[in-house]
């Protein structure tokens, strides 16, 4: 089985300022995806960052990019320039990869509720 | 992209009642739904897996006579939490199960259900 571990339940960050969310996982899987999701006080989950365990290059979306150490079983998710809009929880995810075209479930860690402070 | 829609959003109902929540993939056929449950101030677990056409799986420690799942049409997955109690109040979010890029994009908007 797999288990998803988020280590920050509460982190603050300055507008403006960089900020880490850690997150480690474990499996014995050689292909899969992980993911960071945002859900807001409205708890919808939107997709932040997405990256395939067999690409070497870390992924990245404008102020969002990850640090993922495949031996060590790391994924870690920088936020540049952090905006008040990025107050939110924060959940890190693994998801097989489906060995038969068919979709696998979500294994959520137990989240970090970030706060970007004015 | 892949959109699914969940409805209700929100939803209160006596104890001792029973409550559907629908899950519709709008753009695309979902063979495959996941349900979810998150307690407040906790993160997602996954309750049971639907497929269409046949028999949803459980997790551990659901009971499937309460929370009934069906998956009678590609593009509809149902929820049917019955006697409702108190402890059934959560959010429930549906997911489908997609590959690809489109994995990530999948969640419905979720249902607070508060049982009085």
């Known amino acids: 089985a797999q288990t998803v571990t988020q280590s920050q339940p509460e982190m603050s960050v300055q507008e403006a300022e960089t900020v880490t969310l850690s997150c480690t996982y474990d499996?014995?899987?050689?292909?899969?995806?992980l993911f960071w999701y945002k859900q807001p006080p409205s708890r919808q989950m939107i997709l932040v960052i997405r990256q395939e365990a067999y690409k070497q290059q870390n992924a990245t979306e404008n102020r969002f990019s990850v640090n993922f150490q495949k031996a060590a079983k790391s994924f870690s998710l920088k936020i540049s320039d952090s905006q008040l809009g990025d107050t939110a929880m924060y959940f890190c995810a693994f998801m097989k990869q489906p060995p038969n075209g068919y979709g696998q479930n979500f294994v959520f860690g137990p989240g970090t509720r970030l706060s970007v402070l004015p | 992209g892949a959109v699914v829609s969940q409805h209700p959003s929100r939803v209160i109902c006596k104890s001792g009642t029973s409550v559907k929540i629908e899950c519709r993939s709008l753009?695309?056929?979902?063979?495959?739904m996941f349900w979810y449950r998150q307690f407040p101030k906790q993160s997602l677990m996954l309750m049971a897996t639907?497929?269409?056409?046949?028999?949803?799986?459980?997790e551990q420690g659901v009971e499937k006579d309460k929370f009934l799942i069906n998956h009678a049409s590609l593009t509809l997955s149902t929820l049917t939490v019955t006697s409702a109690h108190p402890e059934d109040s959560s959010f429930y979010i549906c997911?489908?199960?997609?590959?690809?890029?489109?994995?990530?994009?999948?969640f419905g908007s979720g249902t607070r259900l508060t049982v009085v």
């Open positions: 753009d695309f056929q979902a063979t495959t």
């Open positions: 499996t014995s899987e050689n292909n899969y995806y």
């Open positions: 639907s497929n269409e056409g046949s028999k949803a799986t459980y």
């Open positions: 997911s489908a199960g997609l590959t690809g890029r489109a994995s990530g994009y999948t």
